[in-house]
């Protein structure tokens, strides 16, 4: 499916928090809305592995689940709020109000480690930690484990699904459509092969994830 469109239409499943993990990441993949993460935003870092996202939501929660191949792995941090965009890593940027220029970076690395911040306007300097009792909030399940490890090289696949309570964002469903804005990232710059790659394409001369005018639009249908 073509990266460069930038409405996202997410659909809405109610009973998904009734499911088991296998269920939800099935129910994304037959029912959600998929894209590929794609645009290699910094020409120099040219290493491209496949990788893919499904979403839908339901009345408490928005679900995120990430698929990866890739040559080498590694996820050295294992706790809240470390540096886990070195390690095998996947990332969604979620802007609720697009009339509001706050908007929340979590990133995850593959045994489920996640970095949260809120931030404000353009750049990475205007950023906070969200506590540790606010991530712990957003369930994770991670196909590598929890276990830390050092680089790993082969061939791999692996998937990360997160699901955020919407009211983490300032949002509430009331069965009428909600129109936020994002951008979903791949990185993974203390490996062999670092590489940064976006959904929606980035001004690659400001060396940053963080640029809100890149954010493409994201309709909770």
Known sequence: ???????????HIDNLGEMSTDGIINALED???????DHIDYKEF?????????????KDMLYIDFFVRCNYLRSINDRPNTPVHEDSCVAAYLQPDSENNRYYAFEINC???????????????????????????????????????????????????????????GLKYDGSPLSIKGNFYKCASGTSQPHFLSWMPLDETKRTFHQPKSFGNIILS
Do not use: Q
């Not at 499916?1 to 659909?11: A, F, R, T, W």
């Not at 029912?31 to 993460?37: A, E």
């Not at 040219?46 to 339901?58: D, E, K, R």
């Not at 909030?137 to 990360?160: D, Q």
């Open 1 to 11: 499916m073509n990266s460069n469109i930038d409405n996202l239409i997410v659909p």
């Open 46 to 58: 040219p290493y491209h592995p496949l990788t893919t996202f499904s979403m839908a939501y339901s």
């Open 111 to 169: 045994i489920g480690a996640i970095s949260g911040m809120v931030c404000k306007g353009e750049g990475d300097g205007a950023c906070s930690f969200l506590d540790e009792s606010t991530i712990d909030r957003i369930k994770c399940y991670a196909s590598c484990g929890n276990r830390p490890f050092r680089e790993l090289e082969g061939l791999f696949t692996w998937n990360v699904l997160i699901a955020i309570p919407l009211d983490m964002l």
């Open 31 to 37: 029912n959600g809305v998929r894209r590929t993460i």
